[in-house]
């Protein structure tokens, strides 16, 4: 799957999306023109389940990864969208691993969270080879992506049938990120409802997929981050979920970014003097949240 021949999609929900969409697309060829990288690389058989692997300029050993995720509502997105991050995060210096995954409505839940973790298990198997240290694992995403690796991250059962440690995770890093799939009686042709139709086989999947749901006994730590004029029910979700999280053993650390609306979260990925990318290189780095 490569910049210049990515399948067409059709229109993004919601419409400013598509903007989005181009710009990412043009920051991340930009940034694979200028970081060494290794493309395409499968982790599965089908043709959506491969991931981009960047590296720092000097083959270095023992390096952190981070494993990232696209947006895109489950139904949209390539993993070309993240690349716009890999300067900054390579810079650290670490590995970044953009994921792609299969997509809604050709599947449902939860067929892309096994993808998700189907990737996390081929960068446990092969990131030495590139450097990188199986035994520092990070996670995250952005929107769709974000939830998806949050709930790998909380779903110790699905790591334990791919025959990873509870632990493979050191820390997960949801960017705008949808964490509350339950949703009462959803107004038809909203985010929620859209949710249950393209997304979830079944409306009583909703507890299962929701990261939320799932927070009880956590251990692995969490960074929660949104824009502060970000889409209404992901900002309600975040703030559930940072709650919960502190009531737990792992903790949470939580940011909002002031007049950071939904694509801007992750546009901003690309500055490497963002807080968000500061904040995730020292975590990166020193192994604990800073």
Same mark, same amino acid.
């Given at each position: 799957?490569?910049?210049?021949?990515?399948?067409?999609q059709s229109?993004?929900?919601?419409?400013?999306?598509?903007?989005?969409?181009?710009?990412?697309?043009?920051?991340?060829?930009e940034?694979?023109?200028?970081?060494?990288?290794?493309?395409?690389?499968?982790y599965?058989?089908d043709?959506?389940?491969?991931?981009d692997?960047?590296?720092?300029?000097?083959?270095?050993?023992?390096?952190?990864?981070?494993?990232?995720?696209?947006g895109g509502?489950?139904?949209?997105?390539?993993?070309?969208?993240?690349?716009l991050?890999a300067?900054?995060?390579?810079?650290t210096?670490?590995?970044?691993?953009?994921?792609?995954?299969?997509?809604?409505?050709?599947?449902?839940?939860?067929?892309?969270?096994?993808?998700?973790?189907?990737?996390?298990?081929?960068?446990?198997?092969?990131?030495?080879?590139?450097?990188?240290?199986?035994?520092?694992?990070?996670?995250?995403?952005?929107?769709?992506?974000?939830?998806?690796y949050?709930?790998?991250?909380?779903?110790?059962?699905?790591?334990?049938?791919? *025959? =990873? +440690?509870?632990?493979?995770i050191?820390?997960c890093?949801? /960017? !705008?990120?949808q $964490?509350?799939?339950?949703?009462d009686?959803?107004?038809?042709g909203?985010?929620?409802?859209?949710?249950?139709?393209?997304?979830?086989?079944?409306?009583?999947?909703?507890?299962?997929?929701?990261p939320?749901?799932?927070?009880?006994?956590?251990?692995?730590?969490?960074?929660?981050?949104?824009?502060?004029?970000?889409?209404?029910?992901?900002?309600?979700?975040?703030l559930?979920?940072?709650?919960?999280?502190?009531?737990?053993?792992?903790?949470v650390v939580?940011?909002?970014?002031?007049?950071?609306?939904?694509?801007?979260?992750?546009? *901003? =990925? +690309?500055?490497?003097?963002?807080p968000?990318?500061?904040? /995730? !290189?020292?975590w $990166?780095?020193?192994?604990?949240?800073?």
């Amino acid at each position: 799957m490569a910049f210049d021949d990515l399948p067409a999609q059709s229109p993004i929900y919601p419409e400013e999306a598509e903007a989005y969409a181009r710009q990412a697309l043009a920051l991340s060829r930009e940034a694979a023109g200028r970081t060494r990288c290794v493309l395409d690389l499968p982790y599965g058989s089908d043709y959506w389940q491969k991931v981009d692997v960047y590296l720092p300029e000097q083959r270095l050993e023992g390096l952190p990864v981070l494993v990232f995720a696209h947006g895109g509502a489950w139904s949209h997105g390539y993993k070309e969208w993240m690349g716009l991050m890999a300067p900054a995060i390579v810079a650290t210096p670490a590995v970044f691993v953009s994921v792609s995954y299969r997509l809604a409505p050709d599947v449902r839940f939860p067929a892309p969270l096994d993808d998700c973790v189907a990737a996390l298990r081929w960068v446990r198997d092969h990131i030495s080879d590139y450097g990188g240290s199986p035994d520092r694992i990070y996670v995250g995403g952005h929107s769709a992506g974000g939830h998806l690796y949050a709930l790998a991250t909380l779903r110790h059962d699905l790591l334990g049938q791919a *025959g =990873l +440690a509870p632990d493979t995770i050191k820390a997960c890093f949801p /960017v !705008s990120s949808q $964490l509350n799939l339950v949703f009462d009686a959803p107004e038809p042709g909203s985010g929620e409802a859209r949710i249950y139709e393209i997304f979830l086989a079944r409306a009583e999947d909703a507890p299962a997929a929701s990261p939320l749901h799932q927070m009880e006994g956590n251990r692995t730590p969490f960074f929660l981050s949104h824009g502060e004029r970000d889409f209404p029910r992901i900002i309600a979700s975040n703030l559930l979920a940072a709650q919960t999280l502190a009531r737990q053993p792992s903790g949470v650390v939580s940011e909002v970014y002031p007049e950071h609306g939904h694509f801007d979260t992750a546009l *901003g =990925l +690309a500055d490497p003097a963002h807080p968000w990318v500061r904040k /995730v !290189s020292a975590w $990166l780095r020193d192994g604990t949240a800073p």
